[in-house]
């Protein structure tokens, strides 16, 4: 690979980089400007929000589940199996209900909003939308950012709750009575830790709207191109999770600390 090879595939990733964040911008600023598409922001809502309450509600289950029967082999040596309540709750609200649920809305709702616009987008819906002078950002972007914004986070909650309930689930079956289980989550819990387990879901959900909304608004090739967008918008949404996810846990410890 040559340095004029190097150079074009870093002019590609830094023209992408722009526009992606000028999307992101142009949304943003959209949100507070007239006129409010109510109605759209409604319908994206029960179709990105509610259609993804039950993928998400097994998500938490299972995993608080998993996690309360991983945390009461470690604890049981050391007779600390009253912990598991606290240990399941700390670990799903902060790290795991935030990411999972939001890598679950990615690969059910970021495909799908990107498979919905690069249909439009390749069958010359978007262009006429245009041509009629119709604002492409606030119309098509601007009700799934909201909608998100407020979905992911509801979706997080429930996943954490449902979580905690799995996790006293499998503690039932090592004679761990409720009351023993709730005690033990302020122990673990802070305030700062809720406030974390929201901010991040929030930052999520706007990641795979303007994400799947920039992979589907730049859809090219036809049918393969939309399949091929979908696929690409789920990924890229994943990674970005996961590298913000990072980044966030680290500045929440900066100022906890």
Known sequence: MNV?????????????????????????VRIFRRPF???ECTIQFDKLGFSSL???????L?????????SLIQLKPFAATSYVGGMVAVTMIKELGPVLAALMVAGRVGSAITAELGTMVVTEQVDAMRVEGTDIIKRLV???????????PLLTIVTD??????????ASGYSINPVLYISGLPQFMQFQDLIEGV????????????????????????AAGVGAAAKHAVVLSSVLILVCD????????????
């Open 4 to 28: 004029a090879t190097i150079d074009k595939i870093l002019l590609i990733f830094f023209h992408e980089l722009q526009n992606y964040f000028t999307l992101a911008g142009r949304a943003f």
């Open 37 to 39: 598409y109510y109605r």
């Open 161 to 170: 709750l449902i979580s905690v309930c799995g996790g006293y689930i499998m």
């Open 246 to 257: 990072f980044f966030m846990a680290k500045i929440f410890v900066v100022f906890r600390g």
């Open 199 to 222: 901010a991040k879901p929030a930052l999520f959900g706007a990641i795979i709207a303007i994400t799947a909304c920039y992979v589907g608004l730049n859809t090219k090739g036809g």
């Open 62 to 70: 299972f995993s608080g589940m998993v996690m309360a029967l991983q």
């Open 54 to 60: 039950f993928i998400c509600t097994l998500t938490g």
């Open 142 to 152: 601007v009700p799934r950012l909201i909608a998100m914004l407020i979905a992911l």
